[in-house]
């Protein structure tokens, strides 16, 4: 059963709220969805500012209020995002907009992306579930988008406290949804080998 309307405009942000099933979703676009546990490579060298940014990360968290999704963006994603451009020095775009058709459409709210390598960021102010339509249906848009097939494609959605992978499968146009989650500041070690370990293989 088709899930999108064949004469509707659809953004990025509009299949957050689209009360069906991110598997239903991604099949509607000739795709398919892997729920796994990823077991994603970390970055095995030395990240010499690691523990600063926890400690500055740990610092901040008494005081200030994370109920806006502006808030986490700014005072939680932001680091980890800066923090994997010092050491990658990949691209950053933040808000990035993107237009494939009239249902592959809308903002990315960050985009890092080397030569072979790009990570897209989806951000939520808590819900993760919904969050992964979203996610899954900008992979698509990249998938489709992207001129070199030799691109690999990790995702992310977060909440700035909590993060989740995903990645797609480009040759057999299938989204692995990882099962693992990964805490700030309690995890921020294993995530952050994640994520320059995706920007530099």
Do not use: C
């Not at 494939?100 to 459409?105: A, F, M, Y």
């Not at 099962?179 to 294993?190: A, G, K, S």
Request: zero cysteines; hydrophobic letters at 40%.
């Amino acid at each position: 059963m088709k899930v999108l309307e064949p004469d509707i405009s659809y953004t990025f942000s509009k299949f957050f709220d689209l009360n069906a099933e991110v598997d239903d979703i991604v099949a509607d676009f000739g795709y398919s969805l892997k729920r796994k546990k990823l077991n994603l490579a970390g970055y095995v060298g030395e990240l010499e500012r690691l523990q600063e940014l926890s400690d500055r990360i740990e610092e901040v968290l008494p005081f200030v209020s994370l109920t806006t999704e502006i808030a986490r963006r700014e005072l939680l994603i932001s680091r980890v995002v800066t923090e994997v451009v010092h050491y990658t020095h990949a691209q950053l775009r933040i808000e990035y907009p993107l237009k494939v058709s009239d249902q592959l459409q809308g903002s990315l709210d960050y985009l890092l992306r080397t030569d072979t390598q790009m990570i897209i960021i989806e951000a939520k102010k808590e819900d993760l579930t919904n969050g992964l339509k979203q996610l899954a249906v900008e992979m698509i848009a990249l998938d489709q988008w992207m001129d070199s097939p030799q691109t690999h494609l990790i995702g992310a959605v977060t909440t700035g406290i909590l993060w989740q992978f995903s990645q797609l499968d480009r040759e057999h146009r299938r989204i692995d949804q990882g099962l693992e989650n990964y805490r700030v500041p309690e995890d921020i070690d294993p995530l952050m080998r994640i994520l320059v370990q995706s920007l530099t293989t």
